[in-house]
């Protein structure tokens, strides 16, 4: 099993900047594409970013590219660097790991491990 849990979620004016931060312990060694999903107030969870294990791989929703930039800092730890915030941008945002695909895929069914979320709050 995986365990990831996420940190880094505040409030923040727009035009601001915020990481998040997400640990993985456990089976580790199984991860291969790690992303970040998001859920706005009244809307359905939506792809965000995702990156290869290599870190070579990366895709991005375009509402954020040029924005967010997605990387893993090591084997455990995947990182959001968000700027430019606006305040669409205001949802919980999830961590999620695959040990099924290494191809940066914004696919959600393919992640198998969920952590609990952070809020991201934007004020405009």
Known sequence: QVQLVESGGRL??????????CTASGRIFSIYDMAWFRRAPGKE?????????SGRDTDY???VKGRF??????ANTLVLQMNSLKA??????YCAASA????????QNVYGY???GTQVSVSS
Do not use: H, M, P
């Open 61 to 63: 929703v375009d509402s």
């Open 69 to 74: 930039t997605i990387s893993r800092d090591n």
């Open 88 to 93: 669409e941008d205001t949802a919980v945002y």
């Open 100 to 107: 099924v695909t290494n191809s940066a895929t914004r696919n």
């Open 114 to 116: 969920w952590g609990q």
């Open 12 to 21: 923040v004016q727009a035009g601001g900047s915020l990481r998040l931060s």
């Open 45 to 53: 969870r939506e792809f965000v970013a995702a990156v290869s294990r």
